[in-house]
T-cell receptor
């Protein structure tokens, strides 16, 4: 069964450093998403991406964040200058297209630790 | 997206059906009801979704009330493996809003 994959599974970085989290969505899907979950808290939406552009973003997704689909398979989340509060699990998700029905399939997540 | 409310936690005996309720009284006519679960720190897992009619798949059944203000997720014959946090959310699917969900504990 096709699945979303994410690398790395765990990333440790120092405050102020740039990180890139990588995702390979399910191959025939058209919509891509990033969510994050701070330890012990809710899963929070960050951004959705369709047709090579951001379709929606939350207030969390500020200028420090960017997304890119550099080729036909990868979908990346970049954090330019990490802060301690960016420490969280980051989940990538993808969905196909069916009118008014977009069930999302999530990857296993990348645990980002900012020290 | 529709605001949803769910009980904080529920217990279910192993082998029995687990019935998880969700209120989504603000859901609009075209918004689907989606259910997901999260086992420990894994990524949320899609379970089922529906609009008006009851739905069933290999994982669960979804019963939506006629006024669409609430729904119930039914897990038949619960096993220890389905112990997880269950999220009900409504929307068009572009950006799911996950609340705190229901923590389901399946007890042996």
């Amino acid at each position: 069964e096709p699945e979303v994959t994410q690398t790395p599974s765990h990333q440790v970085t120092q405050m102020g450093q740039e990180v890139i989290l990588r995702c390979v969505p399910i191959s025939n899907h058209l919509y891509f998403y990033w969510y994050r979950q701070i330890l012990g808290q809710k899963v929070e939406f960050l951004v959705s991406f369709y047709n090579n552009e951001i379709s929606e973003k939350s207030e969390i997704f500020d200028d420090q964040f960017s997304v890119e689909r550099p080729d036909g398979s990868n979908f990346t989340l970049k954090i330019r200058s990490t802060k301690l509060e960016d420490s969280a699990m980051y989940f990538c998700a993808s969905s196909g297209y069916r009118v008014n029905s977009y069930e999302q399939y999530f990857g296993p997540g990348t645990r980002l630790t900012v020290t | 997206d529709a605001k949803t409310t769910q009980p904080t936690s529920m217990d279910c005996a192993e082998g029995r059906a687990a019935n998880l309720p969700c209120n989504h009284s603000t859901i609009s006519g075209n918004e689907y009801v989606y259910w997901y679960r999260q086992i420990h720190s894994q990524g949320p897992q899609y379970i089922i979704h529906g609009l008006k009619n009851n739905e069933t798949n290999e994982m669960a059944s979804l019963i939506i009330t006629e006024d669409r203000k609430s729904s119930t997720l039914i897990l038949p014959h619960a096993t220890l493996r389905v112990t997880a946090v269950y999220y009900c959310t409504g929307g068009y699917g572009q950006n799911f809003v996950f609340g705190p969900g229901t923590r389901l504990s399946v007890l042996p």
